[in-house]
């Protein structure tokens, strides 16, 4: 059974910092690229960013420069977040693309979600 477990969320005044991590824990065979979304009420789930299992990066327009991505290893993914506005309150969730038998496909897991509150 794979999980992904998120911490770091919380309230932060407009300008602030929050630190999101994301770690996959069971049995995992082979570990694909692994992403942040976010969902704000009302609104759509959004692709916030993404890192490929060989460190590719890529970001949401509205994120980027503010925003970054890294592994800290195969199983667990962080989201600094720098500078942020009210527009990035949201739930934010970690996905990861695993594979957990030599002979699955590639599929999609996700965390619980950790809200990340931004007023002053």
């Known amino acids: 059974q794979v999980q992904l477990v998120e911490s770091g969320g919380g309230l932060v005044q407009p300008g602030g910092s929050l630190r999101l991590s994301c770690e996959a824990s069971?049995?995992?065979?082979?570990?694909?690229?692994m992403a942040w979304y976010r969902q704000a009420p009302g609104k759509e789930r959004e692709l916030v960013a993404t890192?490929?299992?060989?460190?590719?990066r890529n970001y949401l327009d509205s994120v980027k420069g503010r925003f970054t991505i890294s592994r800290d290893n195969a199983k667990k993914v962080t989201l600094q977040m720098n500078s942020l506005k009210p527009e990035d309150a949201a739930i934010y969730y970690c996905k990861g693309n695993f594979r957990v038998r030599w002979d699955s496909t590639y599929n999609d897991y996700w965390g619980q979600g950790t809200q990340v509150t931004v007023s002053s």
């Open positions: 069971g049995s995992i065979f082979s570990i694909g690229a």
């Open positions: 890192i490929s299992s060989g460190g590719i």
